[in-house]
């Protein structure tokens, strides 16, 4: 196998809309802007694999072609992942694939995904509306009409079981990751919140507020992979050392022994882990992106991470050991709570942002890289049954 | 050149001409059920739970599953009493003002995963309960029957459940 470096990142803000821009568009720019800082041409690419998610949010089946076509890419391999809120880690996992096997020299591992198009013009609520269309992707014989928040299911048997976390602790994550965002310009959320706000803020699914969930948004996001052998010094390469993903079901059985479980993010993480080296993740990482599509979420996945035990995930936000200025950072960037998120984008987003921890160039989100390793990770799907781990070093081995 | 996000793009500048046409997409489906339409027909024409089990592993599945994932064995049906324990209760406030699940009930409500007893897989369903908001009784444990609505035409909606005891 080869050695695989990303050597461009290229990012849009997450915004509510982008009603000037058609998804193609949107491509374009992250495109520009991930070849622009790889120092590459579009006619160096050999390959290209896109993270689109839906196809009902973007009126639009096939949208691979559309972008392959829109970027001039024609006659060259192109494919598209879809995976839910962690399609974007599959997308990077298929690429590094691509350069790692010999397939392809350089890949533009590109995700996109416009949402807020879909509407209802009886009520105007187009976020209702596309949250309606999302739920499609959902098991529609056996959860729908009801299980639209499959991490729901999780978090209460995990309380349950475990004992914790607690609404507070809970609430804290929200804290942290909304501090985060004000430090990030590309964040969708940029206004800090307390731990009373959010505490108040409306009820969603108990004990989940509405400060504590990610907003749904649009964006487009790419990293530009290479090959060990083609990559210059100025490219400020950062090597995908370790990938894993892994399709688990979470809410199909839920025996005494698996319930409140985020199994995908386990079998993910411990596949890149074992792929890179990493025994201890506490120390062996300087920081992690993960999926908070809701805060408590964010502490079951401390626990799948390996950063501590099942329960233990509102002990770590106590101790600050997850907070900007704590021994290992989580969601520098904001994570989906500050940042943003769009499925299909989100996790191109957080590999991009691990990669600019590492080298270094993350401005004032910038965390203490002292191992030289970060992890980038995602979960999502029906019955939060897909996961997926990127694990990051800025010197390789 | 460390362009990495930190700017908006030069050609990512808003612009306010852009133009927005309406636009709307319909499908209609009738799908079987395949292998599991006799679950469907069971609750619809006769009020009945049916559940379905390898007989090679002895594992119980609701939802029925035609073959057992563990062995890839054909299972067979049985009936069931529609007994069973809450495994995972979400306390709903707020779902999407098309949702439908609003054609059952409005926020608040519970939805829960059920494992019917005996059974090796879980349930996703309503429960029905007046005191949500005060009480949030239905907790993991909760003993729960199920229930047949009066109009049932096919769909995981025409049963609910209601707690009969607390753990
Ligand atoms: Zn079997």
Not at chain 1, 83 to 99: E, F, L
Not at chain 1, 180 to 200: F, G, I, M, Q, S
Not at chain 2, 147 to 154: L, M, S, W
Request: proline residues 6%; aromatic residues 8%.
């Amino acid at each position: 196998m080869r050695r695989v470096a990303v050597v461009g990142v290229g990012q849009l803000p997450f915004r509510s809309r982008y009603p000037a821009d058609r998804f193609d568009e949107l491509a374009m720019m992250a495109a520009k802007r991930a070849l622009a800082d790889a120092g590459l041409v579009a006619g160096d690419v050999t390959s290209a694999v896109y993270s689109v998610y839906s196809e009902l949010l973007i009126r639009q089946g096939t949208p691979d072609v559309m972008i392959h076509d829109y970027l001039g890419l024609n006659g060259r391999p192109g494919q598209r992942v879809t995976a839910g809120a962690a399609s974007g880690g599959y997308a990077v996992k298929t690429a590094w694939a691509d350069v790692a096997s010999g397939f392809s020299d350089v890949v533009l591992c590109l995700g996109v995904q416009k949402a807020l198009d879909v509407d209802d013009p009886e009520t105007g609520q187009r976020a209702d509306a596309a949250l309606e269309a999302e739920s499609m992707t959902l098991d529609t014989t056996w959860h729908l009409p009801f299980s639209q928040q499959p991490w729901a299911l999780l978090l209460t048997a995990h309380m349950d079981k475990f004992g914790g976390p607690t609404e507070e602790q809970i609430a804290r994550v929200a804290v942290k990751n909304r501090a985060n965002a004000v430090r990030n310009p590309n964040a969708h959320l940029r206004r800090p919140v307390t731990v009373e706000e959010v505490l108040d803020s409306r009820l969603t699914n108990w004990p989940t507020t509405m400060f504590e969930s990610c907003l749904y948004g649009e964006a487009a996001s790419a990293v530009v992979l290479v090959a060990e052998e083609l990559v210059r010094p100025e490219q400020r390469p950062v090597w995908i050392t370790g990938v894993g993903t892994c399709h688990h079901n979470s809410t199909d059985e839920m025996s005494a022994d698996d319930a409140g479980r985020v199994w995908p993010l386990y079998g993910a993480s411990r596949q890149a882990y074992r792929m890179a080296g990493v025994t201890d993740p506490r120390t062996e990482l300087d920081v992690v992106e993960l999926n908070d599509l809701v805060a408590g979420l964010e502490l079951m996945s401390y626990a799948e991470l390996g950063l501590c035990a099942p329960g233990e995930g509102g002990a770590l936000i106590d101790e600050g050991f997850t907070a900007f200025d704590g021994p290992l950072p989580v969601n520098p960037s904001g994570g989906r709570i500050g940042a943003g998120h769009i499925a299909g984008v989100s996790g191109i987003y957080s590999t991009g942002e691990i990669v600019q921890q590492l080298r270094g160039e993350a401005g004032e989100r910038q965390v203490p890289i002292r191992a030289g390793r970060g992890l980038a990770c995602m979960v999502g799907g029906a019955g939060l049954g897909l996961g997926a781990a990127i694990v990051l070093e800025r010197d390789g081995r | 050149m460390t362009t990495t996000g930190v700017d908006l793009p030069d050609d990512a500048v808003d612009a306010d001409d852009w133009f927005e046409v309406p636009d709307e997409l319909h499908y209609y489906y009738s799908y079987s059920y395949g292998g599991v339409s006799r679950f469907f027909r069971e609750i619809v024409d006769n009020q009945r739970l049916t559940v379905t089990r390898c007989e090679l592993c002895d594992r119980g599945y609701c939802p029925p599953r035609r073959d057992c994932p563990r062995c890839w064995e054909r299972t067979t049906w049985q009936p069931h009493p529609g007994t069973g324990t809450v495994v995972a209760p979400v306390y709903c406030y707020w779902t999407q003002i098309n949702s439908p699940v609003r054609r059952y009930v409005q926020p608040p409500f519970v939805y829960a995963l059920v494992r019917l007893d005996g059974m090796t897989n879980a349930l996703h369903t309503l429960i029905h309960t007046d005191d949500l908001r005060v009480n949030r009784t239905v907790r993991v444990g909760t003993r729960v029957e199920v229930r047949f609505r009066e109009q049932r035409r096919g769909t995981l909606a025409d049963v609910y459940f209601v707690p009969v005891e607390q753990p």
